[in-house]
Structures are given as structure tokens and as C-alpha cells.
């Protein structure tokens, strides 16, 4: 092979020009798309000729651009998984920006890997962590980082407490009989207990609380089974509150467990997947009242941030304990310089699991420079009122039942007599509003979870008149 063969391996374009066109085209492609969600339905099963073009074997040659574009655009985007669309209300997903589209453009043409060294793509990283420890109260010097999402970011936690409590030398010598117990409610997210799994600790070391009417910790039941532990020797290293419970919405008193920690030298971990954010509106704020006192906090932006997927945040009081958990600056190739690209003090590999990380920080901070926290929180409040009113409307109908109470975005009803899990499956197959299915006491339950910052009173009118019919349709049978 000549010289001048080897150039053609190159992966640039020879003529930008035609690029440049082609890329236009599918960034309209995409804002059309985005444009007219309510014109389509919000999910279809993938049709069997769309499925069997993703199974031929690995492309060999060469293809054209325009051809793969033209192919995700009649398969992948046609079949999508329905988050973005205003009547999507299943599980607990949002609905993405465009802003944050573009902003994703924009990560993937620098190809910043933030696993650390001397480059501005880092400083916007600290930024936002910043701006989040300012939103959240914490302090200045608070330690931070964007992982994948909050089942990370709770297993980081779950790390640091657990280093915290047993010493660091636990990296070392592992988890040997730990006599240490978590506490967390019973309707904490599974991934608490997975953490419990993967840092060796043991799912059986997690206490799982009863919860009171509205879903909420039992502070007298977290108590005796700390009080049982303690009397048997077990030293209780770490209290997970909930800020807002993925089934139904609760907020813990995190106050009280944030005195609760304090009072038995346990580690406050808050797991604000699902509702952290709402200090950004008016009427949940002052149901988080204790999350600026947690040790560290969990949150997605990728849920009521609405920011693409995925996004989420640890927050970590004590910066030096976040670094004693994960720095392993002692590789020779990994080696910390005083200057030169290898320079910069903060290196976000010494506090997470990841070497090689993606540019995530930066969607969120275009978010916040374009739309802002206030405009967040709106959207934020919205979902919180939608959810409210979809209640209020449930209550008001002969034929339906709430099921848990609102304390938030998420709704749990059902049909009266109906296999509700078999209604969720109606309507999403219908394709225009879609809650998903949970159980509740052993009872199946219709799910709404409002977080799309798209979602319209039309979109929460349009559920109930399609439980209302599925459910008609269900009892005829
Ligand atoms: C979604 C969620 C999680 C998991 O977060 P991921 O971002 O999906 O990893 C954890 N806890 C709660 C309360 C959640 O809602």
C-alpha cells in the first residue's frame, strides 16, 4: 500500500461541503421530528420487516450517509420508546430538550474525554456541580460528579458511607464481617439494594422500614431498628431517605432523618432520583426542607431536568471523603502533573468509577444558560399540578380510584374491578397517552407519572377518558 492509499483511511470527509449538507438535513430531520410529536403516536410495537434490517451481519464495505440516515429515520425514529411524546406518562422518563439535542451535537464534536486533565470541558463540569450544591444548599467546597444516572450515583454513595464507616483500608482488604446496617424504607428504589449487592456489604444489611399512610418513612419503626441493631452490636453506618419513592411519589421527612443520622453517627444519603429537583418550584420546596443537611444526594436530570438521556448527579458533602473512595492517582500512565494537559487539580476519575467519560455536564449547562432554573422549575411545578388535577379528576369519577395519595408527580389509580396492568397495556398499544402498570398492597395500578414538560391538561383529559373506555371495554367482556 502507497502513501497515498494510507491518506484515504482517514474518517474525515474529502469534500466538507457534502457533509455539511447531509448534516443539516438531519438536524432538521430531527427538529421536525421534535416538532410534531403530537402528530404521531406516541409508541408502536416495531414492525417485523424494521426489526429483521437490524440483524444482518457487520457492515464490510462502505455505505452512503444519506442511506443510514434515511434508514433510522423510516426504522429507529418511527419505533421510538415514546418518552418524548406529551402523553407519555409511564415509569418515571423525560421528555428531553431540543437544547439539550444540540448540546449533545456539540459534546460529540469536541470528543472531550473528562475523565480529567488541564481542559475547559472540565471547568463546565465543576460549574454546574457547583450551581447544583448552590441549589441544593450545600456548601461551597462540596465534591461532586455526573454519572449514567442515579443507580450509579446511590451505589457511589453507598461507597463512600461504607469507606466511611469501616475505614478505607476496606479497599484493600475487602468487606469482611462488617457489623454495619443501612436504613432505608421500604419503598426505596431496588437500586439501594443492588449498592448493597455491589459494594459487598450484602443486600441483608439493608433494613427495609415500614412506610406510613403517605408513603413516607416510619421515623418510630427506623428507630426501634436501629435501636434493635445497636443493642445486637451492629453499628448503623448509613440512613437513605427518599425524595420522592419511585411508586408513588413520597418525600421522607428529611429533617428528621438528617437528625436521625446525626444522632447515631450514621451517613445521610438522600436518593432524589425522582423528586431533588422540585427545591426549583414553589410547592414542593418546602416538602425537601432537610435535603441541604444530607452527606450526599443522588439526582437525574435525565426525569423532571429534562435533559436527553442520561444525566445524573452525585453531590457529596465531604470532598475529601468522595476522593478517599475512588482516587487511584498511583497508575503511572493516570500520573498528576503540575503542569503541561496532564495539569489540573480536578480530575472527575478520582471520584467516580469511570476513566473515560463522556461530556455530560455540558447539555445541563446549555439547559440552564437557555431556558434557566426558573423556567425549570415551572415545568417542574406543572408536572406537580397536572398530577394534582389527574387526582382530583379520579376522585370525582364514580368508576375509578385513587390508589396511593399525590404528594408529587406521580398518580396510582385504577378502574374499578379492572386488571389495570391490562389497561396500561391498551393504551399504550392505542399510542396515545401512556401510563405504565405498577402493584400497590398487592392490587395491580394504573401509573401516571407526570414529568414530560410537554404534557397538557388535554394529555391528562385524554388518560382518563382512555381508562375510562379501556375499563368499559375490559367490563363488557
Ligand atoms: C429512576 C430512579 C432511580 C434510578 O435512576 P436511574 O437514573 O434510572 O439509574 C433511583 N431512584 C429513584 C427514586 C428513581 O426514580
Known amino acids: 500500500m502507497s502513501i497515498a492509499d494510507r491518506k484515504a483511511v482517514s474518517l474525515d470527509p474529502d469534500d466538507w461541503a457534502d457533509l455539511r449538507a447531509q448534516g443539516h438535513r438531519m438536524l432538521d430531520d430531527m427538529f421536525d421530528n ?16 424494521a426489526r429483521a434490517r437490524y440483524r444482518d451481519g457487520p457492515p464490510r464495505v462502505p455505505g452512503r450517509l444519506e442511506d443510514a440516515h434515511a434508514q433510522f429515520m423510516a426504522d429507529v425514529a418511527t419505533y421510538g420508546s415514546g418518552n418524548r411524546h406529551p402523553g ?56 461532586g460528579i455526573f454519572l449514567t444516572g442515579t443507580s450509579l450515583a446511590n451505589l457511589c454513595a453507598v461507597m463512600i458511607a461504607r469507606d466511611r464507616a469501616l475505614g478505607v483500608e476496606v479497599r484493600s482488604e475487602g468487606v469482611r464481617d462488617p457489623g454495619v446496617a443501612a436504613y432505608a424504607s421500604n419503598a426505596v428504589h ?17 433494613r427495609l422500614i415500614e412506610t406510613d399512610a403517605k408513603g413516607r418513612i416510619s421515623l418510630t419503626a427506623l428507630e426501634q431498628a436501629i435501636a434493635s441493631d445497636r443493642a445486637a452490636g451492629v453499628k448503623p453506618f448509613m440512613i437513605v431517605g427518599s425524595a ?3 411508586d408513588i411519589g413520597a418525600i421522607d421527612d428529611l429533617d428528621a432523618l438528617a437528625d436521625i443520622s446525626a444522632k447515631v453517627g450514621a451517613t445521610f444519603h438522600i436518593d432524589g432520583a425522582l423528586g431533588a429537583l422540585g427545591v426549583l418550584a414553589a410547592s414542593v420546596a418546602p416538602k425537601l426542607k432537610g435535603i441541604e443537611r444530607a452527606d450526599s444526594l443522588a439526582l437525574d436530570f435525565h426525569k423532571l431536568g429534562q435533559a436527553p438521556y442520561d444525566a445524573g448527579l452525585l453531590l457529596v458533602r465531604d470532598a475529601a471523603a468522595h476522593k478517599r473512595t475512588f482516587s487511584y492517582g498511583d497508575a503511572p500512565y493516570l500520573r498528576h502533573e503540575e503542569r503541561g494537559l496532564a495539569g489540573g487539580a480536578w480530575w472527575p476519575c478520582d471520584f467516580g468509577p469511570d476513566l473515560s467519560r463522556s461530556f455530560r455536564a455540558l447539555k445541563i449547562w446549555f439547559m440552564l444558560k437557555t431556558y434557566g432554573l426558573d423556567a425549570l422549575g415551572g415545568v417542574i411545578q406543572r408536572a406537580c399540578d397536572l398530577a394534582e388535577t389527574l387526582a382530583e379528576r379520579i376522585e370525582a369519577a364514580p368508576e375509578l380510584e385513587l390508589l ?17 396492568a391490562a389497561i396500561a397495556a391498551d393504551l399504550q398499544e392505542a399510542g396515545r397517552v401512556a401510563p405504565s402498570a405498577t402493584t400497590l398492597n398487592g392490587r395491580s395500578a394504573i401509573r401516571a407519572a407526570i414529568v414530560n414538560h410537554r404534557t397538557q391538561i388535554g394529555d391528562i383529559e385524554a388518560l382518563i377518558e382512555g381508562v375510562l373506555q379501556a375499563g368499559r371495554a375490559r367490563a363488557a367482556r
Open 244 to 246: 420522592g419513592t419511585v
Open 88 to 143: 407519555f406518562m409511564g415509569w418515571v422518563q423525560g421528555g428531553g430538550t431540543a437544547v439539550g439535542m444540540l448540546a449533545e451535537m456539540l459534546a460529540g464534536g469536541l470528543d472531550a474525554n473528562l475523565g480529567g486533565r488541564d481542559h475547559m470541558p472540565i471547568e463546565v463540569e465543576r460549574q454546574v456541580i457547583s450551581w447544583m450544591a448552590e441549589v441544593f444548599g450545600f456548601p461551597a467546597k462540596a465534591s
Open 404 to 420: 396511593a395519595p399525590v404528594g408529587l408527580n406521580i398518580v396510582c389509580f385504577g378502574y374499578k374491578g379492572a386488571d389495570n
Open 34 to 49: 421534535l416538532a410534531s410529536l403530537r402528530d404521531r403516536p406516541l409508541w408502536q410495537a416495531p414492525s417485523q420487516e
Open 190 to 206: 431496588a437500586c439501594i439494594v443492588r449498592a448493597m449487592d455491589m459494594t459487598g456489604l450484602g443486600t441483608n444489611r439493608l
